[in-house]
């Protein structure tokens, strides 16, 4: 490249600040069932709803005090929606720490509600890739929950 050469800011690909990146963070949890055998989808639904989750468009979503979606129960076979006809053995829920305005308090109300569902409907509580939620990993999704508030926080006062 020589300095003779013309070139503008558009052919340097300089940030200029304004494209928006949807940061995301998943947390999935799976509820398996225990023997394998598929959930009873009238006891799942009436289960959600007793636990005050929201239905819209085969998903039931769990809110927050102002109507913030905190996360989503879905099926976790193809393709997802929680109808009663659905046939599954599989739970999923899925919390984007990004979008919520406490990722910690998100997370333990996550948490909560799997062990709920899983205590009536026979299930183990599985990470994303459907093995045994661990001790160990309960501690790192929380420090990962801890980091996405702190960085949440950062950017909330650089922006006032």
Known sequence: MLFK????QGTLDFDDGKSEVQEQELVILNLVSMD???FDMNQVLTLLKNLDAKYS?????YRDLNGKEI???ASGINPG???PDTRTHVLLLALDLHQVTD???AFEILLEVASNIAEKLHASICDSSR???SKQMIE?????AQEVSHLQSIRNISVT
């Not at 050469?5 to 503008?8: A, G, I, N, T």
């Not at 468009?57 to 979503?61: I, K, M, Y």
């Not at 790192?140 to 990962?144: C, D, L, R, W």
Request: glycine content about 4%.
């Open 103 to 105: 990722p910690l308090k």
């Open 131 to 133: 093995a045994p939620l």
């Open 71 to 73: 996360f989503r129960v």
């Open 57 to 61: 468009n085969g998903f039931f979503s």
């Open 5 to 8: 050469d013309k070139f503008e």
């Open 36 to 38: 394998k055998t598929k």
């Open 140 to 144: 790192h999704i929380k420090s990962k």
């Open 81 to 83: 929606l929680l109808e």
